[in-house]
């Protein structure tokens, strides 16, 4: 099974900042077959990013997504309010899916 | 639009079976596939399987091999997830997420079916 390591596990920012997050595979899997997901309270995950780097319909483009092999990186350029939230990574390289354990931004 | 709608919140005691549902809508329902994910209080996404309406193929994450069942029925466009032997740590709210491929990304997510297991 392939494991996901987000880093940092919070991240405590103003709007307007930017906010990178990772996301650390234990092992290089099917290129760019990852995909970052945002949760807000309450709801259900909304995907932002798939192929690692394409953003998915109706995304703002403050979310960018790059990496591959084993690294990965969710940007948001400038912090909207609305951007505060709980962030995972999930990959699809391997018959077993897995998410990673999240990333909190929270408003400084 | 796409949707997929969960049946109601649940409540089972340790040792009993949950079975909850997803009815698609809004497209072909053979067309792609339904994972199911899972979210404990507090806890981060653990995937549980995915099954392809098409034929009911089934693939379930090695943890729950034995424990969790999929299945679909095409006349109504659901599709079923049930856990058996349940155990307080399987509290959690169960989502069913439509993906495009059997490995892909999930989109959408229906909006969850929070399952609580208690004496």
């Known amino acids: 099974e392939i494991v996901l390591t987000q880093s940092p596990g919070a991240l405590s920012l103003s709007p307007g900042e930017r906010a990178t997050l990772s996301c650390r595979a234990s092992q290089s899997f099917s290129s760019s077959s990852l995909a970052w997901y945002q949760q807000k309270p309450g709801q259900a995950p909304r995907l932002l990013i798939f192929g690692a780097s394409s953003r998915a319909t109706g995304i703002p483009d403050r979310f960018s997504g790059s990496g591959s092999g084993t690294d990965f990186t969710l940007t948001i350029s400038r912090l909207e309010p609305e951007d505060f939230a709980v962030y995972y990574c999930q990959q699809y390289g391997s018959s077993q899916l897995t998410f990673g354990g999240g990333t909190k931004v929270e408003i400084k | 639009q796409v949707q997929l709608v969960q049946s109601g919140a649940e409540v089972k005691r340790p040792g009993a079976s949950v079975k909850v549902s997803c009815k698609a809508s809004g497209y072909t329902f053979t067309g792609k596939y339904i994972h199911w994910v899972r979210q404990a209080p507090g806890q981060g996404l653990e995937w549980l399987g995915i099954i392809n309406p098409t034929a009911g193929g089934t693939s379930y994450a090695q943890k729950f091999q034995g424990r969790v069942t999929m299945t679909r029925d095409t006349s109504t466009s659901t599709v079923y997830m049930e856990l058996s032997s349940l155990r307080s740590e399987d509290t959690a709210i169960y989502y069913c997420?439509?993906?495009?491929?059997?490995?892909?990304?999930?989109?959408?997510w229906g909006l969850g079916t929070l399952v609580t297991v208690s004496s």
């Open positions: 997420a439509r993906s495009e491929r059997a490995l892909s990304w999930f989109d959408p």
